[in-house]
């Protein structure tokens, strides 16, 4: 069974300072891995996808196959990163639905 | 509009009361979603509709939620007899293409109190 595991629900790191947000899966096939953000009293919206293999506001993440993680990473936290974070899973033999952790809590302090 | 837009975006039920809640998609969006994200969770998928047709509904919780989207665009989430553990914000989202890694765009939610 597909499953994505968050095992941080806070974290709070100093403005400046290096931030990984952790995220591990279980899934047998190719799957899509992406994280998704949401702002306070804003939608959950799309940060990065693996495939893309891009940057989006200084975050990356490399889909590790053989660990089967797909750690956020940053290496100067700002302010406005605070937010929450999902790490979610798509599978083609599963209707492409999103299988998401349950979240990842972040704090940066100024 | 230019998002996916849901309403209401509140909702206060009393237990055994049915709700209905709607969502429009992004114009042109084939993929269609909706999940349930209870307090301190992750959303929790529900049902999938790739335009009219419901190809997934695995994830509904129990024959009382019901999902349609009978013109391809508009979707309704019906919950009949509602329950206290229905309280949960409801997402819907929806994603332009059929296959597996197209983004998915989400609503603001609509968050259902069941009192």
């Known amino acids: 069974a597909q499953r994505v595991t968050q095992p941080e629900k806070l974290l709070s790191v100093f403005k400046g300072a290096p931030v990984e947000l952790k995220c591990n899966y279980s899934?047998?096939?190719?799957?899509?891995l992406f994280w998704y953000v949401q702002y306070s009293r804003q939608r959950l919206q799309l940060l990065l996808r693996?495939?893309s293999r891009e940057s989006i506001k200084g975050f990356t993440a490399d889909l590790n196959k053989g660990e089967t993680s797909f750690h956020l990473k940053k290496p100067f936290a700002q302010e406005e990163d605070s937010a929450m974070y999902y790490c979610?899973?798509?599978?083609?033999?599963?209707?492409?639905?999103?299988?998401f952790g349950t979240g990842t809590s972040l704090t940066v302090i100024p | 509009g230019a998002g996916v837009s849901q309403s209401p975006r509140y909702k206060v039920a009393k237990r055994g009361q049915d709700v209905a809640l709607r969502c429009d998609p992004i114009?042109?969006?084939?993929?269609l979603f909706w999940y349930q994200q209870a307090l301190g969770q992750g959303p929790e998928f529900l049902t999938y509709?790739?335009?009219?047709?419901?190809?997934?509904k695995s994830g509904l919780p129990s024959d009382r939620f019901f999902a349609e989207r009978p013109e391809g665009s508009v979707s309704t989430l019906k919950i009949q007899r509602t329950q206290q553990e229905d309280s949960a914000v409801y997402l819907c989202?929806?994603?332009f293409g059929r296959g597996q890694g197209f983004e998915a765009f989400f609503g603001q939610g609509t968050r259902l109190t069941v009192v």
């Open positions: 989202a929806s994603s």
């Open positions: 899934y047998s096939g190719s799957p899509e």
């Open positions: 693996h495939i």
């Open positions: 979610a899973l798509s599978a083609r033999n599963t209707g492409n639905q999103f299988y």
């Open positions: 114009s042109g969006h084939v993929s």
């Open positions: 509709f790739q335009n009219e047709a419901q190809l997934d």
